[in-house]
């Protein structure tokens, strides 16, 4: 049975960082694509990061660029998700979900698995 666990969530001021982390059980990371996505209330699912099963390629939507880091150890089954320099607008519950293949990284309905999420709000 596939998991996918997010940690590492919680309250940050603006300006600040933390490091989300993505559990993985059930699946090889070496065989597939991994992404972030987020929802804020009221708004639809958002592409932040993605990393490629092969060469462990990196891909970020344009609101995180340049302030966020995406990447990968296949030895601990677990994606990471560096956040610097948050701001109140990254504040949303952010999910990490899996896909086979090398298509699209952007789009919700590719990924075949999903974790609960993890809660992130920026506030002073």
């Known amino acids: 049975q596939v998991q996918l666990v997010e940690s590492g969530g919680g309250l940050v001021q603006p300006g600040g960082s933390l490091r989300l982390s993505c559990a993985t059980s059930?699946?090889?990371?070496?065989?597939?694509?991994v992404g972030w996505f987020r929802q804020a209330p009221g708004k639809e699912r958002e592409f932040v990061a993605g990393?490629?099963?092969?060469?462990?390629?990196?891909y970020y939507g344009d609101p995180v660029k340049d302030r966020f880091a995406i990447s990968k150890d296949n030895a601990k089954s677990t994606v990471y998700l560096q956040m610097n320099s948050l701001k109140p607008e990254d504040t949303a519950n952010y999910y990490c979900?899996?896909?086979?293949?090398?298509?699209?990284?952007?789009?919700?309905?590719?990924?075949?698995?999903w974790g609960q999420g993890t809660q992130v709000t920026v506030s002073s």
């Open positions: 059930g699946l090889r990371l070496e065989y597939y694509d």
């Open positions: 990393i490629s099963w092969m060469l462990a390629g990196t």
């Open positions: 979900a899996a896909k086979m293949g090398s298509s699209s990284y952007s789009t919700v309905n590719l990924y075949n698995y």
